[in-house]
């Protein structure tokens, strides 16, 4: 009798087996990764919360400020007092904002850190805007300029706010004057940070910063083949000191975090208008005794940095706002380049944050922008005209400091 002859199944049944194989494994190499996730996740909530409390026991405004298991930190929902409101939704305004959009509204939502969230309630640069916009512009019946700036955040918490809460206002336009704490995060005479100044601070969640990826699997092999990276020897602490961290890497988690913020902004609403601005600082101008009365970034007291070369730093940081800005499809307010001839030292009462005047100015450059850009209609503002020409240095303060105030 002769035997049967084995029929070889087809290259085509092959590889479909092969692929339904595959395709098995990662399912469950997926379905364990969102388990991991899950786990991962509510120890981070529980880790923030926890940091978060020890952060504001040493906070000079906690009193307006509760812990949060996302962000370490917020504003404390429904605070008043004298000078400052926090509305419901953690804004620092009275006013709600109600999800769904107001027919014939025009909506901006200002991000950012302290020196967005101003001093009072009508001495921050969203407040002044909205008021500009209220006054002088044309085309729509309402106007809402959403001040979501918290004292404190780094970019990490802005693009974690803007995932979960801000995303959902669909803005028309969004202003990001966002990197001052990253700023004074990351010592540009010390090697490379291998982690966030948040992921440190709060607890390490390296993963999270992946979490855009459709696959929890990759996300999570991202995150530990980044920490795979090797910890700084002693030469790299020489090297960083004598010629200081490459600005595009010292600045990464800043952009990577921007990027963050417009994919969301823009999962949510497509014509969002993103605005990103420059960083203006008070440094080189002030004499020597001014300074040492002032409280300055930590790095800069630690390696004695002289005003101009802590300038210097900072323009590497705008610089990196500028590429970002012109890789991103947005629009550069460059607000440092505004106030370079300005006189700071009677704009600005620190190193970073302003008088009432400084944030006017602010605002009005910002409605340049808007008009700029065609998101509004109207005319200008002599008094913007008015603070550039009372504020510009003379020739001759542009050699001697002036005096801070």
């Not at 101003?118 to 640069?125: E, I, K, P, W």
């Not at 100044?197 to 990759?218: D, E, H, I, K, N």
Request: one cysteine or more; proline letters at 5%.
């Amino acid at each position: 009798m002769t035997p049967r002859r084995r029929t070889e199944p087809s290259v085509g049944r092959k590889t479909l087996f092969t692929a339904v194989v595959i395709g098995g494994v990662c399912l469950a190499i997926e379905g364990v990764a969102r388990i991991a996730w899950w786990r991962l996740e509510r120890q981070s909530l529980k880790t923030h919360y926890m940091r978060g409390e020890a952060v504001l026991n040493n906070d000079a405004i906690n009193y307006m400020k509760v812990a949060d298991g996302l962000y370490g930190y917020q504003m404390k929902p429904g605070f008043r007092n004298e000078h400052n409101s926090i509305n419901s939704q953690g804004f620092h305004q009275r006013e709600e904002i109600p999800v769904k959009r107001v027919p014939g509204s025009l909506r901006i939502v200002c991000l950012g850190e302290s020196t967005t969230f101003g001093s009072t309630d009508l001495t921050n640069y969203p407040a002044f805007l909205r008021r500009i916009l209220e006054t002088r512009a044309v085309g729509f019946r309402q106007y809402e300029v959403i001040n979501a700036g918290v004292p404190g955040w780094l970019s990490d918490q802005v693009a974690l706010r803007v995932q979960h809460q801000i995303a959902q206002f669909k803005p028309d336009a969004a202003i990001l004057y966002v990197g001052w704490n990253d700023f004074q995060g990351y010592d540009p005479r010390l090697p490379l940070a291998t982690e966030s100044a948040f992921a440190l601070g709060f607890g390490l969640t390296p993963w999270r910063q992946y979490a855009r990826s459709a696959s929890r699997a990759v996300a999570i092999l991202s995150a530990l083949y980044e920490r795979r990276r090797h910890q700084p020897t002693p030469d790299d602490y020489r090297e960083a000191d004598a010629h200081s961290t490459p600005p595009d890497q010292r600045y990464r988690f800043l952009v990577r975090h921007l990027d963050d913020i417009v994919h969301y902004l823009k999962a949510a609403n497509p014509q969002t208008k993103i605005f990103v601005s420059t960083l203006v600082g008070l440094w080189p101008q002030g004499t020597p005794e001014a300074w040492k009365k002032m409280q300055v970034p930590w790095f800069v007291s630690r390696h004695k940095l002289a005003p101009d070369e802590t300038a210097r730093y900072l323009r590497e940081l705008n610089d990196q706002l500028r590429q970002f800005t012109a890789s991103h499809d947005a629009a550069l307010i460059d607000m440092a380049a505004i106030f370079d001839p300005l006189d700071r030292t009677r704009l600005q009462w620190d190193f970073a944050h302003m008088y009432a005047d400084g944030y006017e100015l602010m605002a009005l450059s910002m409605f340049e922008a808007l008009r700029a850009s065609g998101v509004v209609k109207g005319e200008a503002s002599q008094r913007y005209q008015g603070l550039l020409t009372a504020y510009r240095l003379s020739a001759a303060a542009t050699t001697t400091a002036p005096q801070l105030q």
